[in-house]
């Protein structure tokens, strides 16, 4: 259960920055004062031109109508926790809209013309029914954060690996068994969250995520990493939690940048060689792993900064 707690906690800092983009969304952008809220479709028909900002969460909504169009100045939508089964293809009328969350609804298609809305930078759609994205989703050129946690999802989305300027993506809590090599295209990454899936492989082409530095990998059927993974060097949190790891590859000591790592409840019998050299780690969990006193007085004294936690 702490496991579970510390993952999650790593999550969400990750997603702070992503929080604080949502905020500033609801902000003006000239005046700096916050934008008013419209917290329900009547009151929003009133003056549909001044509606900037629109929460229908939990109003038990089965669909959007046609009438969504009105609102042409919407920079945010929230439709989180409704009945929705699909996104509509009016939507793509909203081309200033910059967040559109979906959240916990019934969703199990997207109408291809969502793919239209060229300003949007933030798309929610956790906790759906989604099995496949429209292939029209490569059009979403401002798009940098995609979160697809607890979906549907056996296969990675072929189309996410052509949405080359995210900047986060997160297909957490689904049932994929392997990544593309054409991963590798998503060179803007910073954040990746995989957790709670069942891949047993990584491909060699995850090393061309170059700008990456929050990867989540927790609760997967992991037996090794690639040989190229240390050329992640901009990595700065890695957590690989309940896999099947053994040890680590040859190289793995050049992600010099790498603060926080999680190796609890894997199949490690001693402790990596490569850890003894990481001096920038804050934080390294080896919880789970029967290693000798000897052996972790070594690491101590080789990591005497860092905070080590058997």
Known sequence: MKNILFTTFLVLASFALTAQKTKQAKTNPQRGTPLKAYLSLAEAYQAPNQVNVLNLRQQKLTQL???IVAFKNLVMLN???NQLTSLPASL?????LNILIADQNLLNSIDPAVGNLK???ELQLKKNQLNALPTSFVGLKSLETLELAYNKFSNFPEVVSEMIFLKNLSLSHNTLSKLPESIANLTRLKMLDLGDNQIQVLPDQISKLINLETLLLENNQLTEL???FGELRRLKVLVLTNNQLNGLPSGFEKLILLETLVLTDNQFSEIP???YSMKKLQLLVLKGSNFDEDSRNRLKKALPDTDIRF
């Open 65 to 67: 109508t046609d009438s």
């Open 92 to 96: 793509q009328y909203l081309q200033k």
């Open 226 to 228: 690639p040989g190229s």
């Open 273 to 275: 060689e490569a850890l």
């Open 119 to 121: 300003s949007l930078k």
């Open 79 to 81: 439709l989180m926790k």
